[in-house]
């Protein structure tokens, strides 16, 4: 029996995601906008089954994570920054929650 592990990458800021690290996901970092599209799409193309995005940088390639939401694979996740949240990768996960369920059970 042959088993396909499919990899993990998170792409960001150096000091959001350094720490992944040691945890054995990829890191990738990015510092612009046109650097983290790039970046994404490779992954993507690489068998990255899930690919972890601070949501800083999450906000200046939104059009890229979109095209990926619309697909099974890669699950992309955005995270919160060693700068905090904007609550942007919540409002993700209530509204694909609201959609499957048909409410809002997480709450605001």
């Known amino acids: 029996m042959i088993f396909m ?3 993990i990458g998170v ?3 150096k000091d959001s995601v350094l720490a992944f690290k040691a ?7 990015v510092t612009h906008s046109d650097e983290a ?9 690489n068998d990255y089954a899930v690919i972890f ?8 390639i ?3 994570i979109e095209r990926y939401t619309r697909q099974m694979l890669p699950a992309v996740i955005l995270i919160p920054s ?6 942007i990768g919540m409002q993700k996960i209530n509204n ?6 048909g409410i809002n059970i997480l709450g605001d």
């Open 82 to 87: 060693n700068q905090g949240t904007l609550n």
């Open 37 to 45: 599209r790039i970046t994404v799409d490779k992954l993507a193309q």
């Open 11 to 13: 792409v960001g800021d």
């Open 23 to 29: 945890l054995g996901i990829d890191v990738f970092l």
């Open 5 to 7: 592990f499919k990899k």
């Open 62 to 64: 939104q059009e890229t």
């Open 53 to 60: 995005v601070t949501e800083q940088v999450g906000e200046g």
């Open 96 to 101: 694909n929650v609201e959609k499957a369920v």
